[in-house]
C-alpha cells in the first residue's frame, strides 16, 4: 500500500459537533503537483477517490492499524469528493489515541492529513514533460486517512521502502509509453534518471534486511 501525505491548513478541529468533537478537512488535493518522490512527480485527478467512496474506510492515528479513530460503516467517518478533492467529516473515538488527535490538532502539533491507497490496474498514466516523468492517478483504491505529524509529500524514507517492488515497473511503463524510443538529450535524461533510481531503491532494499 502506498501513502501519500499533505500539510493542510484545512483541518478544522471543533467542540461542538452534534454528536460530540468533531475534525474536518481534507485528505488529499486535485491537482496539486507533488516535489519529487523519487525522480518522479505525481498529481491526483478530479474523481479519483470516486469508486472508494462507497467502501468501508477507516480513519486511524499516525497510520496505526491498531489506533483507529472512525469508520465510515459505523458512521463515525464520512469522505466525499468536490472541487477542491477528498474531503472528510471525523468524529474521534474516546479512546487514547482520538484524545491525543484532538489535542495534537487543536493546539496545531500536529497538522498534516495522510492517506492509504492501492491502485489498480490502468489507473494511472505515466507521461514525460519538461520537468520529469509525472504520474497521473486517475483511479485508487483508498484504504484509510489519518492526521500525520510530518507530512510525506514529499515522501519519507519509510515510505519509499514500501514502493520497492513497484516504483521500478512504474518508470518502465512511463518509458515504454515513448519516453525509452526517444534518442533525443531527453530520452538520454530519462533513461540516466531510471538507472540512478533502480540503485537507490537497491541501496534501500539492502538497508532494509539488516
Known amino acids: ?80 469528493e468536490d472541487e477542491r478533492g477528498l474531503g472528510f467529516e471525523l468524529i474521534p473515538a474516546d479512546t487514547q489515541a482520538g484524545r491525543d488527535a484532538l489535542v495534537s490538532l487543536g493546539r496545531g502539533d500536529v497538522d498534516a492529513m ?13 507521461e514525460n514533460t519538461e520537468g520529469g516523468l509525472l504520474r497521473t492517478l486517475y483511479t485508487v483504491e483508498l484504504r484509510e486517512i489519518s492526521p500525520v505529524t510530518f507530512p510525506a509529500y514529499p ?18 511503463r512511463a518509458l515504454t509509453q515513448g ?9 538520454a535524461r530519462a533513461r540516466l534518471r531510471l538507472r540512478q533510481r533502480q540503485r537507490q531503491l537497491e541501496l534501500l532494499r539492502l538497508r532494509g534486511t539488516r
Open 155 to 172: 515522501e519519507t524514507v519509510a515510505a519509499v521502502r514500501s514502493e520497492l517492488d513497484s516504483a521500478p515497473e512504474w518508470v518502465q
Open 1 to 80: 500500500m502506498e501513502k501519500r501525505s499533505f500539510g493542510l491548513e484545512m483541518v478544522e478541529v471543533r467542540a461542538d459537533g452534534e454528536d460530540g468533537p468533531l475534525i474536518s478537512g481534507y485528505a488529499a488535493p486535485f491537482g496539486h503537483i507533488s516535489a519529487d518522490l523519487g525522480r518522479f512527480r505525481e498529481v491526483i485527478a478530479p474523481g479519483a477517490f470516486a469508486e472508494s467512496l462507497a467502501g468501508d474506510i477507516r480513519a486511524l492515528w499516525q497510520h496505526d492499524t491498531a489506533q483507529v479513530l472512525g469508520r465510515t460503516k459505523a458512521g463515525t467517518l464520512k469522505i466525499w
Open 114 to 126: 495522510s492517506f492509504g491507497f492501492k491502485v489498480p490496474k490502468g489507473g494511472d498514466r505515466w
Open 179 to 187: 519516453v525509452d524510443q526517444d534518442r533525443t538529450a531527453d530520452g
